[in-house]
């Protein structure tokens, strides 16, 4: 028995109505961009071609149609701008690029279901790879094909029938990847007796999701965090900052706007992390730092040893998760990729712009018992100064043991 988590598309069985007149369409066929499934038919009454998207990921929160002109006829407002613009650039103003694939088919049953997590946004296709655990776990009898973009393909889980790397940035995955709707068409689905594609959900419970199998490790054990040396690890990126002042992120503003270089903001950002540092290291002596993320490696402190790189390989993800394991407290502007970092670490403190308040659960990943999630997940404003994050740090360091013995008693 198939649940609601999987839409058929061989043949589609999508329910098509007509916008202008509500009449249900002809389904005339399926198209495969990229990010996005397409179906495409035409109006039995009006006979307007019209395209919708197949409920799949997030256009299963944020469906879409338009015409076979390009012109939306319905979109979110709150998606219009990162979903519903570039799909429209993809397919009618030019934004392709020619797909690239590097396929691993492991095991070949006979019907399918297709788990697309492409996407331009890493964040995305993290959320997206949850489904892969718990679709190989209900659906033992068909073939779970992955599509990923290669540069994550390293956290897809072990046992995956068939894996598809798109090697591409993902800025070109956003673009209309021309050659993959003939090749799904001509390569995967005649492969198979019947093809579902999984509905991707983005929101999955934390709680089911086996987190190990994709980071291949275990979080941070707490019942040793008194008994290691602590360590605190910093993600920084260079188009993320930590802004001390308001006329800071104005000044920040402007910089983007008029296109200037943002070399001063990556000064500042190191120069409040060293603050920080010191400030930390002054009330606990034993400290160690270390900094993970995109970017180059100076400006920090001594103290601080400097894991950024520039390019990032299977190796250096492996190396920086194994640090975030061990690592007492990740702390790190929303945005600057915390979630694996805060899926491992014992705890995190995250600088959040307050333009990002209703995204605030969207970039850290704690999946403890309440008091625990309350006191190991800290939010601190965008403008907290380093004396106020210190004492956050110093307080979840030196207070938490006593926390745990309360928590863990026998009764």
């Not at 002042?245 to 503003?253: G, R, S, T, V």
């Amino acid at each position: 028995m198939v649940n609601d988590d999987l839409i058929s598309i061989t043949p589609i069985q999508e329910r098509l109505e007509c916008p202008h007149c509500a009449k249900e369409n002809i389904y005339e066929s399926c198209i495969f961009q990229g990010i996005h499934t397409l179906v495409r038919s035409r109006c039995e009454r009006c006979q307007a071609g019209l395209f919708q998207t197949l409920r799949v990921g997030h256009d299963l929160l944020f469906p879409m149609y338009f015409d076979e002109h390009g012109k939306m006829l319905m979109a979110d407002d709150k998606a219009i701008r990162w979903l519903s613009q570039p799909l429209i650039k993809a397919l009618f103003q030019g934004a392709k690029v020619k797909v690239k694939i590097k396929k691993e088919i492991l095991h070949q049953k006979k019907e399918a279901i297709v788990l697309n997590c492409l996407d331009n946004c890493f964040g995305h296709v993290f959320f997206k790879l949850w489904n892969a655990s718990v679709l190989k776990k209900k659906y033992t009898d068909k073939s779970i094909i992955v599509f990923v973009p290669s540069i994550m393909r390293w956290l897809v889980p072990d046992g995956i029938d068939e894996i598809w790397s798109f090697e591409h940035s993902f800025d070109e995955i956003e673009k209309h990847l021309v050659g993959l709707d003939d090749d799904i068409k001509q390569n995967l689905l005649p492969r198979f007796q019947k093809v579902w594609m999984s509905k991707a959900f983005t929101h999955l419970d934390l709680a089911k999701v086996d987190l190990k199998a994709m980071l291949r490790r275990d979080r941070f054990d707490l019942t040793k965090f008194k008994a290691v040396q602590p360590q605190i690890t910093f993600v920084l990126r260079e188009d993320r900052f930590w802004h001390r002042h308001p006329f800071e992120f104005f000044l920040f503003k402007v910089f983007v706007k008029l296109g200037w270089s943002k070399r001063i903001f990556v000064w500042r950002q190191n120069h409040l992390i060293n603050r920080l540092s010191a400030l930390i290291k002054s009330r606990i002596d034993n400290i160690r730092f270390a900094a993970t993320g995109i970017g180059n490696r100076s400006g920090l402190l001594p103290i601080i040893e400097d894991k950024r790189k520039v390019r990032l390989t299977p190796q250096d993800e492996d190396d920086w998760c194994k640090l975030y394991a061990r690592s007492h407290i990740v702390i790190g502007v929303h945005g600057s990729n915390m979630l694996i970092p805060s899926a491992l670490s014992a705890g995190f403190i995250e600088i959040l712009p307050r333009h990002k308040i209703r995204h605030i659960a969207e970039e850290t990943l704690i999946n403890y018992n309440s008091r625990y999630s309350l006191f190991l997940g800290r939010h601190v404003d965008h403008f907290a100064s380093p004396r106020l994050i210190a004492d956050h740090a110093v307080s979840l360091i030196r207070d938490f043991p006593y926390l745990f013995i309360n928590t863990e008693q026998a009764i």
